[in-house]
């Protein structure tokens, strides 16, 4: 049986300025400028410079007046919200990460110029004298040679795509032949099929001295115990002193273990930082600015306001022109609403960076990571009244630029622990103490994670050894043996 009833339920739906200002709040300095050219592009009511936006207030102020010349017809220039959201439970914004989808992201890709990694090799190629198959296999081989310089993938699998996607029927044999010409392009070790071949190929290239001879000798004999650094059973095995295996051990250091990555990284883009945030020290004092590149001086095109101006000016107001001065309305509330939120992004950006700023204090002025506070984005929202959500989007992407280096305001956020004092401090604080110590242990006898756990528990951070590994990981700090040197 079909029944109708009403029920009331609380909601929360974002207007579209609010979706907006949402969208240019997570938006670091570069991508915003973007951002602000596409506006002014696509809104010819939006412009840049000296004059201001009061005009346009003003030539609404008798706007019933306008709309009473012609009739009960009203220019209608209000959004369909219905367009921006839905009326489900769960609003469609919070389906969409960032409250924003894939298709709202900057397409526009730029290019580098120059030769790439693959053609160098290609050219390289030119100088040898092949017949046509074995031109064919040796751009096969180029072709399948990664970023890093390797060819990660089987000869047998290349073997089957030559005959399938070339028409080239050969035996593996003739492919290992080519392969050692591969081997012998620049850079060094490029076409290797592994760690240990590449750093072989390097070595063959080198002038044949003793260190040289032996550090052949570990790599092609004993490449697990070299990566493992079981140096004890290296000079047991090759009957060699400590100053041998050391002078090896150099030159094995020096070798290249990513060929390709010193050329392909020429070629590839530079992604330039720009701050968001400029901290000084004056006097003592701390001293905060926006980049002044987030701050264009935008206002709403006189000529937009001189059309509308004309039009009430006008006694007989034909349709054409009340269509006309509906677009010119949309588009200067859309200019409106723009500048408004440029306007409370500013404001936004600064009163939650001047909120992080003074609640670690201490560190910005001493530049000390040990005196970083704990502090997470509930901190932050509380302290300066804005959703957690909001102080999310301005910690996530931004830079701030301070005597001690630019840094990513999200680094400043970390969780707490109690010290054997009671005292809440930061884990910032003891992964610098825990980078420190072992910068400080003898190389020779690397200090493990239950040791380091035993110092930082005498220096009052009770922390386990498993919490250690975590924090020794997450500095990109190898565990004792790696850090073993002779």
């Not at 140096?231 to 050391?246: A, M, P, R, S």
């Amino acid at each position: 049986m079909l029944k109708q009833q009403l029920n009331f339920k609380l909601s929360q739906k974002l207007s579209p300025q609010q979706i907006q200002l949402m969208k240019l709040i997570q938006l670091p300095t570069q991508a915003f400028e973007q951002r602000l050219k596409q506006e002014m592009e696509e809104n010819p009511a939006l412009d840049s410079g000296k004059e201001k936006a009061e005009d346009y207030e003003d030539t609404f102020s008798n706007e019933s007046s306008a709309d009473e010349e012609y009739g009960t017809e009203k220019i209608e220039t209000e959004i369909n919200v219905d367009e921006y959201l839905s009326d489900d439970e769960i609003p469609s914004y919070r389906l969409n990460s960032n409250n924003y989808s894939a298709s709202d992201d900057e397409k526009s890709v730029p290019y580098a110029s120059g030769t790439s990694f693959h053609q160098h090799l290609i050219n390289q190629l030119n100088t040898y004298r092949f017949d046509k198959e074995e031109r064919e296999i040796a751009e096969f081989l180029v072709g399948s040679i990664d970023e890093s310089g390797y060819i990660r993938r089987p000869l047998t699998d290349i073997l089957d795509d030559l005959a399938f996607t070339q028409n080239v029927f050969t035996a593996e044999e003739k492919i290992e032949d080519i392969l050692k010409t591969v081997h012998q392009l620049d850079p060094a070790g490029v076409g290797a099929r592994s760690l240990q071949e590449c750093l072989l190929i390097q070595l063959e290239r080198k002038e044949t001295t003793i260190p040289i001879k032996l550090a052949t000798l570990i790599l092609s004999k004993s490449f697990d115990h070299f990566s493992k650094k079981h140096y004890q059973k290296l000079l047991v095995k090759f009957d060699i002193t400590e100053e041998d295996l050391k002078e090896a051990i150099e030159e094995i250091e020096h070798l290249n273990p990513k060929p390709g990555g010193a050329y392909a990284g020429s070629t590839r883009m530079i992604e330039h930082v720009v701050p968001d945030f400029t901290i000084k020290i004056i006097d003592g004092a701390l001293e905060l600015t926006l980049n002044g590149r987030n701050a264009p001086e935008l206002h709403v095109s006189r000529e937009y306001n001189n059309m509308l101006q004309g039009y009430k000016a006008s006694k007989e107001k034909s349709k054409s022109q009340k269509d006309a001065v509906l677009f010119i309305k949309q588009k200067l509330d859309a200019a409106k609403w723009f500048i408004e939120a440029v306007k409370q992004r500013q404001q936004t950006l600064f009163v939650t960076m001047s909120a992080i700023m003074y609640y670690q204090k201490e560190y910005f002025l001493s530049g000390d990571e040990r005196m970083l506070k704990p502090m997470i984005l509930k901190d932050i929202a509380d302290e300066i009244e804005m959703d957690v959500s909001t102080v999310s989007r301005v910690a996530n992407s931004k830079y701030v630029d301070t005597p001690y280096g630019t840094k990513l305001i999200k680094e400043f956020f970390s969780e707490s622990m109690t010290n054997d004092q009671g005292e809440e401090v930061s884990t910032r604080e003891i992964k610098k103490i825990l980078e420190i110590t072992i910068s400080e242990e003898d190389k020779k006898k690397p200090l493990t994670d239950e040791k380091l756990a035993k110092i930082l528990k005498e220096k009052g951070y009770p922390i386990a050894r498993r919490t250690v590994a975590k924090y020794r990981e997450q500095l990109d700090i190898p565990v004792a043996r790696l850090r073993k040197k002779i």
